[in-house]
C-alpha cells in the first residue's frame, strides 16, 4: 500500500527507542493527524484460542483519561443516590430498551441491576456484536450503581482478547505527556496479569503501542516486566 508523504517522512524520522518512556514518548509524534488521537495497544497473548472460553477479558481504571469520557447508559426504574443525568450518563429504563431494539447504540458502556438482566437478555441479538452486553467480570451488572458509573467516569476500561488471542485498547491520546501514558500502560499490563497465573514474559508473545492514524513501535518483551 502507498503511503503518504507525511507518513513516509515519519517513519524516515523515527527516533531510535532505547526504554519503554522513550517509546511512549516517541508514538506521540508518530501521529499523521491534525488532531488529538488515541494511541492504542495491542497486545498478542499466550492463549489457547480454539476454545472462546479460554478468552482473557478484565477491566482497569487508568489515573489518567484516555480521551472524551464515555458515553454511559444505566438501565434502572429506581433512583440512583449521588448520581445526576449529564451529557455523559442517562439514566431510564423502558424508552431505552424500546430505542435499542430499534437499533440505538449511541452508548459505550451499559450498566444494570440484576433484577433488569431478564429484559436485556433480549437484546442480546443487537448488544453482543458491539460488546455492550453488561456483564458480571466488569461489574455492569451490579446493585452498587453509583459506585460502578463513577468508576466509568474516572476512567475505567473494559479489555478482552479476540479470537486470535490478541487485544486492542487504548492507553491515552496524543494529549497525554509520555509519564501518563507509561502510567495507563503499567496498569494495563497490571491487570492482564492479575487474571492470568503465566509470567507476564511468558504470556505475551508481542506488544505495539500505534497512533490511531500512524506507524507502530514494537515494544521489546523483555521490557514488559518493569511495568509491573
Given at each position: 500500500?502507498?503511503?503518504?508523504?507525511?507518513?513516509?517522512?515519519?517513519?524516515?524520522?523515527?527516533?531510535?527507542?532505547?526504554?519503554?518512556?522513550?517509546?511512549?514518548?516517541?508514538?506521540?509524534?508518530?501521529?499523521?493527524?491534525?488532531?488529538?488521537?488515541?494511541?492504542?495497544?495491542?497486545?498478542?497473548?499466550?492463549?489457547?484460542?480454539?476454545?472462546?472460553?479460554?478468552?482473557?477479558?478484565?477491566?482497569?481504571?487508568?489515573?489518567?483519561?484516555?480521551?472524551?469520557?464515555?458515553?454511559?447508559?444505566?438501565?434502572?426504574?429506581?433512583?440512583?443516590?449521588?448520581?445526576?443525568?449529564?451529557?455523559?450518563?442517562?439514566?431510564?429504563?423502558?424508552?431505552?430498551?424500546?430505542?435499542?431494539?430499534?437499533?440505538?447504540?449511541?452508548?459505550?458502556?451499559?450498566?444494570?441491576?440484576?433484577?433488569?438482566?431478564?429484559?436485556?437478555?433480549?437484546?442480546?441479538?443487537?448488544?453482543?456484536?458491539?460488546?455492550?452486553?453488561?456483564?458480571?467480570?466488569?461489574?455492569?451488572?451490579?446493585?452498587?450503581?453509583?459506585?460502578?458509573?463513577?468508576?466509568?467516569?474516572?476512567?475505567?476500561?473494559?479489555?478482552?482478547?479476540?479470537?486470535?488471542?490478541?487485544?486492542?485498547?487504548?492507553?491515552?491520546?496524543?494529549?497525554?505527556?509520555?509519564?501518563?501514558?507509561?502510567?495507563?500502560?503499567?496498569?494495563?499490563?497490571?491487570?492482564?496479569?492479575?487474571?492470568?497465573?503465566?509470567?507476564?514474559?511468558?504470556?505475551?508473545?508481542?506488544?505495539?503501542?500505534?497512533?490511531?492514524?500512524?506507524?507502530?513501535?514494537?515494544?521489546?518483551a523483555s521490557k514488559i516486566s518493569e511495568l509491573?
Amino acid at each position: 500500500m502507498k503511503r503518504g508523504k507525511k507518513y513516509q517522512n515519519i517513519i524516515k524520522n523515527r527516533k531510535e527507542i532505547n526504554s519503554l518512556i522513550d517509546a511512549l514518548g516517541n508514538v506521540k509524534d508518530l501521529s499523521t493527524s491534525n488532531f488529538s488521537s488515541k494511541i492504542e495497544c495491542h497486545i498478542a497473548l499466550n492463549l489457547g484460542t480454539k476454545n472462546n472460553n479460554q478468552a482473557l477479558k478484565g477491566s482497569v481504571t487508568y489515573k489518567y483519561k484516555v480521551g472524551n469520557d464515555k458515553k454511559i447508559l444505566v438501565l434502572t426504574d429506581k433512583p440512583i443516590k449521588g448520581i445526576k443525568e449529564d451529557d455523559n450518563t442517562i439514566i431510564g429504563l423502558n424508552e431505552y430498551i424500546d430505542k435499542i431494539k430499534d437499533g440505538w447504540v449511541d452508548f459505550d458502556v451499559l450498566i444494570t441491576t440484576p433484577d433488569i438482566m431478564p429484559q436485556i437478555t433480549l437484546l442480546g441479538n443487537i448488544l453482543g456484536p458491539k460488546s455492550l452486553m453488561p456483564n458480571v467480570k466488569n461489574g455492569t451488572i451490579t446493585n452498587n450503581l453509583e459506585e460502578t458509573i463513577n468508576e466509568y467516569r474516572k476512567g475505567k476500561i473494559d479489555f478482552k482478547s479476540d479470537q486470535t488471542g490478541v487485544i486492542h485498547t487504548i492507553i491515552g491520546s496524543t494529549a497525554n505527556s509520555k509519564e501518563e501514558l507509561l502510567d495507563n500502560l503499567s496498569t494495563l499490563i497490571k491487570g492482564i496479569s492479575a487474571i492470568n497465573s503465566k509470567p507476564i514474559n511468558s504470556m505475551i508473545k508481542s506488544m505495539y503501542i500505534t497512533p490511531t492514524m500512524g506507524p507502530s513501535i514494537k515494544i521489546d518483551a523483555s521490557k514488559i516486566s518493569e511495568l509491573l
